[in-house]
């Protein structure tokens, strides 16, 4: 049994940026269908997602060694899992950079922007997500990549780490954004997306857990690619970085914000949600590379 060497950092690095990309973006889109309260929201899943999904895939065409090799793909459509990605990404990248010129400078405000090019958007964002999922699936040779639950698990990361980079957006921009807007306070909104991100931090626990359990009954290479998750050489990083950091500290933190009510309580609050984003995209980056580690082969004979 040997583990796979040929997919390292940089796919890490691209199934991390396309999925916090795409998620930003799936952000944006429900804000955008979400009400006057919630516009503060799409700016920072307009101005983030396409530019996150472009860098996570020219780190992608970096990794193939020869990125000509994209050309294929594209002359090819519906060929392969590969071919049929390919597209996804590139017609959101077009609808996502198409969408942030619209909202530059000098242009439309945020409820002027064509309601069928945001749904269209998220439509594709959604694919993009799903599809980081999808690619590790097309190496046969790990069975441990080869399943099902792997791409639900990255769409449901992708959108957790979405809602991290919305609550970073409004402390690093060094302004009330992610509290206050022109309206006045909207510390109920924080309070709904502490409240939406716990709930898909339970399901991607949930999700999490069921792919363990059932690579473990999927063959020696599966149940090899588990053991060293959760007892072997990698435990450390899964226990601590993916568990501890990506999963726990931000729900407790997240179900703790959630609960409070006190006007006096939003410079906390502000704290909170910047620390909880941190944890969200450390332990999405975390789980996705942490998985590609533990790629064990199938024995050939």
């Not at 510390?187 to 626990?205: H, T």
């Amino acid at each position: 049994m040997s583990l796979q060497t040929n997919w390292g950092s940089l796919v890490a690095w691209y199934l991390f940026l396309a999925g916090a990309g795409a998620g930003v973006y799936m952000v944006a889109a429900l804000a955008t269908f979400g009400g006057k309260s919630s516009r503060f929201l799409v700016r920072p899943g307009v101005f983030l997602g396409a530019p996150l999904v472009a860098a996570g895939s020219l780190l992608l065409l970096l990794d193939l060694g020869r990125p000509e090799r994209f050309l294929y793909a594209v002359l090819r459509p519906f060929s392969s899992m590969i071919s049929v990605g390919t597209i996804i990404l590139s017609v959101f990248l077009l609808i996502g950079f198409w969408h942030l010129w619209l909202l530059g400078p000098g242009r439309r405000k945020e409820d002027a922007v064509p309601r069928w090019l945001v749904a269209l958007g998220a439509i594709f964002a959604v694919g993009t997500a799903t599809y980081t999922g999808l690619l590790l699936g097309v190496v046969r040779a790990i069975p441990f990549w080869n399943n099902p639950l792997l791409p639900f698990l990255f769409l449901v990361s992708s959108a957790s780490s979405g809602l991290g980079i919305v609550l970073l957006w409004g402390v690093l921009q060094r302004r009330s954004t992610a509290l206050e807007d022109r309206e006045g306070p909207t510390l109920p909104i924080l309070q709904d997306m502490a409240r939406i991100d716990s709930g898909l931090l339970v399901l991607e626990a949930l999700l999490l857990l069921f792919f363990l359990l059932v690579m473990v009954n999927s063959g020696p290479a599966a149940a090899a690619s588990v053991g060293l998750l959760v007892s072997g050489g990698y435990a450390a990083i899964f226990w601590l970085l993916v568990i501890g950091i990506g999963l726990l500290l931000p729900l407790g933190l997240e179900i703790w914000m959630s609960r409070q009510h006190a006007r006096q309580a939003v410079t906390g609050l502000h704290t909170l949600a910047a620390i909880s984003g941190l944890c969200l995209l450390a332990g999405s980056l975390s789980l996705r590379y942490i998985i590609l580690l533990a790629g064990a082969k199938m024995p050939l004979w």
